[in-house]
């Protein structure tokens, strides 16, 4: 089955800092993955989403992610966060030998200082 | 806009009652998925649905079971309660068509069901 591992699970910036979210993934076959957001209160949205072509993906708000398929890496970065930005980000790959099934990291809450 | 409806957004029951959360999605999708989200395990899916009637079980299916009726309607039941079940349950849905061969899931808001 596939697993998926975001390494922080935690992580603490002041507003204007760089920001990097580690995800690796399991499964070495065609892969869909993804990075959802969840604001407090609030439901889980789309942040943005990569399934062929260039492996630099852009997504909303400033946030961008990379896919190394060498690496069977998928990490969200921002190059300069907002306090708006306070979140917990989670890592999804849909793929494996059910291909639609959505596989989840354990996410990481973002917490941006002021 | 997509939507997916989940009918009640807190739940408390007492430990031994059969529960119904209920889900519904207004965009004709395939694929339907129960999750259940506690903090620093992320998300764990239940079961999901590919079609009516069609059910597989996920990662924690245990005390729990599905509904599928109708295709825009997921309902997830437990049959008897229990605290461990203390949790945030998140319907999802997605597309399985050709056209739509990526798509993401879309979730509900979820449901905080809290077992006394």
């Known amino acids: 089955a596939q697993s998926v591992s975001q390494h922080n699970h935690h992580v603490i910036l002041s507003e204007a800092a760089s920001l990097e979210l580690g995800c690796n993934y399991s499964?070495?076959?065609?892969?869909?993955l993804f990075w959802y957001v969840q604001y407090p209160g609030q439901h889980l949205q789309l942040l943005l989403k990569?399934?062929?072509?260039?492996?630099l993906v852009k997504g909303i708000k400033g946030f961008e992610a990379e896919f190394i398929k060498s690496k069977f890496s998928f990490n969200l970065r921002k190059p300069s966060v907002q306090w708006s930005d306070t979140a917990e980000y989670f890592c999804?790959?849909?793929?494996?030998?059910?291909?639609?099934?959505?596989?989840f990291g354990s996410g990481t809450k973002l917490n941006v200082k002021p | 806009d997509v939507k997916v409806t989940q009918s009640s957004r807190y739940l408390v029951k007492r430990t031994g009652e059969k529960v119904f959360l209920e889900c519904v999605q207004d965009?004709?999708?395939?694929?339907m998925f129960w999750y259940r989200q506690d903090p620093g395990l992320g998300l764990r899916l239940i079961y999901f649905?590919?079609?009516?009637?069609?059910?597989e079980k996920g990662d924690i299916p245990e005390g729990y079971s599905v509904s599928r009726e109708k295709k825009e309607r997921f309902s997830l039941i437990l049959e008897s309660a229990s605290t461990n079940q203390t949790s945030m349950y998140l319907c999802a849905s997605s597309s399985q068509s050709r056209s739509s061969y990526n798509s993401p899931l879309h979730f509900g808001n979820g449901t905080r069901l809290t077992v006394t």
């Open positions: 990569y399934f062929s072509g260039d492996p």
């Open positions: 649905s590919y079609d009516v009637k069609m059910k």
């Open positions: 499964y070495g076959g065609t892969v869909n």
């Open positions: 999804a790959v849909k793929g494996g030998y059910n291909f639609n099934k959505f596989y």
């Open positions: 965009m004709d999708h395939e694929n």
